[in-house]
């Protein structure tokens, strides 16, 4: 559940990043959709902490993962960067509980 909680947390940063960056308050090219489905990503992976299930955590971290991959096919288009593309963190985790 540490893996569980330190995502969390990771992901909610992101998420707070994104709408500074979308309100133009931090800077960047953020959009409050971005950080709409990174906080979607935060409250799945909350939900996983709350009812401690690994099921939660690996939907997740497959959703952080597309949409990391997403973010930086966008970057690589236009140029417009977004903090989901720290999604790629969730990527090992993703990857060891697929194989079991």
Do not use: C, H, Q, W
């Not at 540490?2 to 990771?10: E, G, N, R, S």
């Not at 939900?47 to 997740?60: H, Q």
Request: net charge positive; no cysteine.
């Amino acid at each position: 559940m540490v893996v569980a909680f330190a995502f969390t947390a990771f992901f909610s940063l992101l998420t707070i990043l994104e709408v500074l960056s979308a309100l133009n308050i931090f800077g960047g090219e953020g959009t409050l959709m971005n950080a709409f489905v990174l906080g979607t990503i935060t409250a799945t992976f909350a939900k996983g902490v709350v009812v401690r299930r690994d099921s939660y955590l690996f939907v997740a971290s497959l959703l952080a993962a597309a949409f990391s991959v997403l973010m930086i096919l966008v970057y690589m288009a236009s140029g417009s960067f977004s903090y989901g593309i720290f999604g790629l963190v969730t990527v090992p985790y993703f990857v060891k509980k697929a194989r079991k």
